[in-house]
């Protein structure tokens, strides 16, 4: 699995990082390093969750920052 995690600048000078492998995997940060951290760690939650409750089996994952 190949995860890309994607930002832009808000209107409102927030930054937004998602990753759209992964619907609802977004997250706002003050800076683009910190939005890409926390989107980065929300992924890695969702995969976890997902692994726990058997709705996919190990897999090789690589992220990539766009």
């Known amino acids: 699995m190949h995860f890309t995690i994607e930002h832009e600048r808000e ?8 990753v759209p ?11 683009a390093e910190a939005a890409m951290a926390k989107a980065q760690v929300l992924a890695l939650r969702v995969l ?8 996919t089996g190990p897999q090789a994952i690589s992220i990539a920052l766009a």
């Open 11 to 18: 209107e409102d000078g927030r930054w937004l990082a998602e």
């Open 21 to 31: 492998e992964l619907p609802g995997v977004l997250a706002y940060g003050t800076t």
């Open 48 to 55: 976890a969750e997902r692994l726990e409750h058997n709705e």
